[in-house]
Antibody
Framework: EVQLVQSGGGLVKPGGSLRLSCEAS????????LNWVRQAPGKGLEWVSS????????YYADSVKGRFTISRDNAKNSLYLQMNSLRAEDTAVYYC?????????WGQGTLVTVSS | QSVLTQPPSVSAAPGQKVTISCSGS????????VCWYQQLPGTAPKLLFC???KRPSGIPDRFSGSKSGTSATLGISGLQTGDEADYYC???????????FGGGTKLTVL
């Protein structure tokens, strides 16, 4: 079964940092691009970042550029999102999702709350 | 303000058909494939299909899609109460170098 299992997240103060992880199973991890998508409470989906299979191509939404860093470890079948300088508006459920040709599957989601 | 425009809500009776529109531009829908996602309450989004092809297993053909120019449409026929969910369109925007989503459409099956 193709699966993405997320960990990390939680409550952090404004200006703080957090690292999200996404562990994959059931497919050949090192040939697929991966993505992070977030959803603020009661809001729609917002794409955050993408990374190609070999980490050669990386993209960020303008809202997180310079603060968030996406990375992957193909030896560990894992995707990461390092989030620094967190703001209240970063509060959301964060999902990882596999490419290509549609985001499928999605991880279960992890809640990040930025609050003092 | 989302790059792709969807109606906030649609509704129809069980057994009926409903359509959800997704409007964009030449830098996104006009030149890239469009995917549709279903998000049931309290769950992660799920891919329905992209450009009405590559349908993941388990997605019934009651869900269909079409695209014309810079707009796309999701159709759901034979509505069931279990179809009540938020639906999102998404595609790559070549000008922004970013994936973009519509604001989402809440489907109510009356």
């Amino acid at each position: 079964e193709v699966q993405l299992v997320q960990s990390g997240g939680g409550l952090v103060k404004p200006g703080g940092s957090l690292r999200l992880s996404c562990e994959a199973s059931g497919f050949t991890f090192n040939i697929y691009s991966l993505n992070w998508v977030r959803q603020a409470p009661g809001k729609g989906l917002e794409w955050v970042s993408s990374i190609s299979h070999d980490s050669r191509y990386i993209y960020y939404a303008d809202s997180v550029k310079g603060r968030f860093t996406i990375s992957r470890d193909n030896a560990k079948n894992s995707l990461y999102l390092q989030m620094n300088s967190l703001r209240a508006e970063d509060t959301a459920v964060y999902y990882c999702a596999k490419d290509p040709y549609g985001f499928d599957p999605w991880g279960q989601g992890t809640l990040v709350t930025v609050s003092s | 303000q989302s790059v792709l425009t969807q109606p906030p809500s649609v509704s129809a009776a069980p057994g009926q058909k409903v359509t959800i529109s997704c409007s964009g531009s030449s830098s996104n829908i006009g030149n890239n494939y469009v995917c549709w996602y279903q998000q049931l309450p309290g769950t992660a989004p799920k891919l329905l299909f992209c450009d009405n092809t590559k349908r993941p297993s388990g997605i019934p053909d009651r869900f269909s899609g079409s695209k014309s120019g810079t707009s796309a449409t999701l159709g759901i026929s034979g509505l069931q109460t279990g179809d009540e969910a938020d639906y999102y369109c998404g595609t790559w925007d070549s000008s922004l170098s970013a994936w973009v989503f519509g604001g989402g459409t809440k489907l109510t099956v009356l």
